[in-house]
Structure formats: C-alpha cells, structure tokens
C-alpha cells in the first residue's frame, strides 16, 4: 500500500487549507485512517482519525472543532479540511492507514510521506 499526501502549503493565520491522501496499491484491506503531524524540534503527534464507513471520528484537542477529518465511504482517499489555522499548527502532515477496523491513534501499519503546511502570523 502507497499513500501520497496532498495540499500542503503556506497559508495566514486564520485561514484554511485542505489536504487529501490517496491509497494505491494493496487497498482493498484498508480500513481506518488517519492524519499525524510533526513540527520542527518536536515527536510526531496524532491529529485525527476515521473509520472505514467514515461515521466514525477522532481528534487530538488541540485541532477539535477546527479540522474537519473525511473520507469517500469504503473507499481509501482522505481528507483533512484545516480551518481557523494558528502558527503552531505548522508541521509537516502524514497519512496513515492500517488494516484494524477501530480507530486508533498509533501503531499504524502504512505512512505516506508528508506535506509541509505553514502558518504565518
């Protein structure tokens, strides 16, 4: 399974962005997945999560309410509508995807490489 992470960019504080991920390969097996970011100096951390049907959602508290996590249903292309965008929000964004059907926040079996997003004061 290939991920191939999108949409990154340079964007004003406050403002919006959305990134898409695209599966190939292997991706009938897919099930959950997820958006992870990591800034300079800091570990990755989990940003959100959604399961196979797309009903089901998690986010880290500090992207509540701003990101919105979404998927085609049963299908493996994602996106992560970024809203309300703050200077710490810059990272580079990962895609993920695992073969599990709950959704998780780590041990993630496929990665994508990333997509640099900056958010300027």
């Known amino acids: 399974v290939q991920l191939q992470a999108s949409g990154g960019g340079l964007v004003q504080a406050g403002g919006s962005l959305r990134l898409s991920c695209a599966a190939s390969?292997?991706?009938?097996?897919?099930?959950?997945m997820g958006w992870f970011r990591q800034a300079p100096g800091k570990e990755r951390e989990f940003v959100a999560a959604i399961d196979w049907s797309g009903d089901s959602t998690d986010y880290a508290d500090s992207v509540k309410g701003r990101f919105t996590i979404s998927r085609e249903k049963f299908k493996s292309t994602m996106y992560l509508q970024m809203n309300k965008l703050k200077t710490e929000d810059t990272a580079v964004y990962y895609c993920?995807?695992?073969?599990?059907?709950?959704?998780?926040?780590?041990?993630?079996?496929?990665w994508g490489q990333g997509t640099q997003v900056t958010v300027s004061s």
């Open positions: 993920a995807a695992d073969l599990r059907i709950d959704i998780i926040r780590k041990g993630y079996d496929y």
């Open positions: 390969g292997r991706t009938f097996f897919i099930r959950t």
